[in-house]
């Protein structure tokens, strides 16, 4: 089945390192998103792309950076991670074109020490 | 931007009552409204959603309302089942069309037998 994957699940990381989560989708949609989750916070926006030369900022960007290596790959960087950076992280596709129903990735749970 | 509140963070009903989830948002110009499932340890998944030209839709057991004089929308489900306890978010367009969502900040639902 078509689905949106991420890696890795889990990481367990210090304050200070560059961090990398992958998001790969094989539905075939153009646009993908990163949120983070947070208890009490609900998800929130960090970067988007609608397609492969297009990124923008969400309403969390800073400490972030994304890169749009293919239709089917996103990728979020934290360039130097710190504690308050630690949640869980998804990944989403859309296909757009009207249709908006965004779907999720399994999550990355990021710990930062 | 858009802002979106959802209450209340926390809902407990009993098995076979009914459970109401109500949002507000600040952008008049949002007009797709959907609602995601997050049951334990999962992904969120899309169960319902509304755009701006209806004020109505059912699905089963679950409904969701809209009100845009008020800007607010709710979530309707009935003959509740211990399988409808999880996190519900309730999200807004914001005049970006449906293709980027502001989430609320969750609501606990906890069915008990």
């Keep these: 089945d078509a689905d949106v994957t991420q890696t890795p699940r889990n990481r367990i990381t210090k304050t200070g390192k560059r961090i990398m989560l992958e998001c790969s989708q094989t539905k075939g949609h153009d646009r993908m998103y990163w949120y983070r989750q947070d208890p009490g916070l609900g998800l929130r926006l960090i970067y988007y792309s609608f397609d492969v030369k297009d990124i923008n900022k969400g309403e969390i960007s800073d400490g972030y950076s994304v890169s749009r290596q293919a239709q089917a790959k996103f990728s979020l960087s934290l360039e130097s991670a710190i504690p308050n950076q630690t949640a869980l992280y998804f990944c989403a596709t859309s296909v757009g074109g009207g249709l908006y129903e965004q779907f999720f990735g399994p999550g990355t749970r990021l710990t930062v020490l | ?113």
């Excluded at chain 2, 845009?68 to 003959?79: D, M, N, P, V, Y």
């Design chain 2, 1 to 113: 931007g858009e802002n979106v509140e959802q209450h209340p963070s926390t809902l407990s009903v009993q098995e076979g009552d009914s459970a109401v989830i109500k949002c507000t948002y600040s952008d008049s110009a949002s007009n797709y409204f959907p609602w995601y499932k997050q049951e334990l340890g999962k992904r969120p998944q899309l169960i319902i959603d509304i755009r701006s030209n209806v004020g109505e839709k059912k699905d089963q057991r679950i409904a969701v309302t809209l009100n845009k004089t008020a800007k607010h929308f709710s979530l309707h489900i009935t003959e509740t089942q211990p399988e409808d306890s999880a996190v519900y978010f309730c999200a807004a367009s914001g005049s970006g069309g449906g293709n980027k969502l502001t989430f609320g900040t969750g609501t606990q639902l906890k069915v008990e037998l």
